[in-house]
């Protein structure tokens, strides 16, 4: 093997490497946003299932009701992110008597 072959297959190794090196952060940056995105929607549902059934939503939890049809409201539950972002979740529910 020649001088020039083996700078060549060194040089290979460490552009792969970096490459894996870099796939393998960006799959930990996409495991931290999902995470946090499963956590803002259990959340939500959490706090939906609570105004539905006549409870307060916590003090950082926006609800907004609003008829629809005949006995059914929409309701919008919207929890706070993360870096300022909010997670909206919209549902068609029962009209409380």
Do not use: K, N
């Not at 072959?5 to 999902?34: K, N, Y």
Request: aromatic share 4%; net charge neutral.
């Amino acid at each position: 093997m020649t001088l020039l072959e083996s700078i060549l297959a060194s040089l290979l190794i460490a552009v792969t490497a970096v490459v894996c090196l870099d796939a393998t952060r960006g799959a930990a940056a996409l495991q931290r946003t999902s995470a946090a995105w499963t956590e803002a929607v259990a959340r939500a549902e959490a706090e939906l299932a609570t105004v539905s059934s006549g409870g307060v939503a916590s003090s950082a939890t926006r609800v907004a009701r609003r008829p629809w049809r005949d006995g059914l409201d929409i309701l919008e539950v919207e929890v706070p992110m993360a870096g300022d972002a909010r997670f909206r979740l919209t549902r068609v529910v029962e009209r409380a008597p």
